[in-house]
Antibody, heavy 117, light 112 residues
């Protein structure tokens, strides 16, 4: 069964950086687009970024362009999100999700990022 | 940019039928598949409808999805409401021009 487990969240000051990781297992990782989706406390879901199977194409929501970088290591079945210049509005639960076509069929439990001084 | 708009909340009684709308703006909703996710408090979202009207295995047939091109909207209909259906529901699609995934703002369903 497919499993996704995020790590790397925590408390960081405005302007700081964090690197999130997502460990994938139970499926052929290099055959799927992968996404990061976030949810601010008490708010809705927001797509953050996604990356093609081979890492050759990456897309971002406008609010994180130039600050966040999505990447993957297919040899290690891992997805990453490097987050720089963090702002208070980046505070959210960050989910790693597998794209089954356009459907997010599998989600990790999430990792919480809190940006606060 | 393509956006999806949902009502903030809906409520209905157990056993009744409720429909949640998802209206597309700045683009045709029929151009790309719409998915619907259920998120109970403290839980991860799960798919209840994918590709406009397909149910994943394990989702009861009380859940159905449709597209109405004339109103540029998608709908999630839940019949025979149960208290366990109380959750937040999100529609999701894709903006092919800007190559972005789009979520609706979510609808809180109360079953009372």
């Amino acid at each position: 069964e497919a499993q996704l487990v995020e790590s790397g969240g925590g408390l960081v000051r405005p302007g700081g950086s964090l690197r999130l990781s997502c460990a994938a297992s139970g499926f052929t990782f290099n055959k799927y687009y992968m996404s990061w989706v976030r949810q601010a406390p008490g708010k809705g879901l927001e797509w953050v970024a996604n990356i093609k199977e081979d890492g050759s194409e990456k897309y971002y929501v406008d609010s994180v362009k130039g600050r966040f970088t999505i990447s993957r290591d297919n040899a290690k079945n891992s997805l990453f999100l490097q987050m720089n210049s963090l702002r208070a509005e980046d505070t959210a639960m960050y989910y790693c999700a597998r794209e089954d076509g356009y459907n997010y069929g599998h989600w990790g439990p999430g990792t919480l990022v809190t940006v606060s001084s | 940019n393509f956006m999806l708009t949902q009502p903030h909340s809906v409520s209905e009684s157990p056993g009744k039928t409720v429909t949640i709308s998802c209206t597309g703006t700045s683009g045709s909703i029929a151009n790309n598949y719409v998915q619907w996710y259920q998120q109970r408090p403290g839980s991860v979202p799960t798919t209840v409808i994918y590709e406009d009207n397909q149910r994943p295995s394990g989702v009861p047939d009380r859940f159905s999805g449709s597209i109405d091109s004339s109103s540029n909207s998608a709908s999630l209909t839940i019949s025979g409401l149960k208290t366990e259906d109380e959750a937040d529901y999100y529609c999701q699609s894709y903006d092919p021009i800007y190559e972005k995934v789009v979520f609706g703002g979510g609808t809180k369903l109360t079953v009372l």
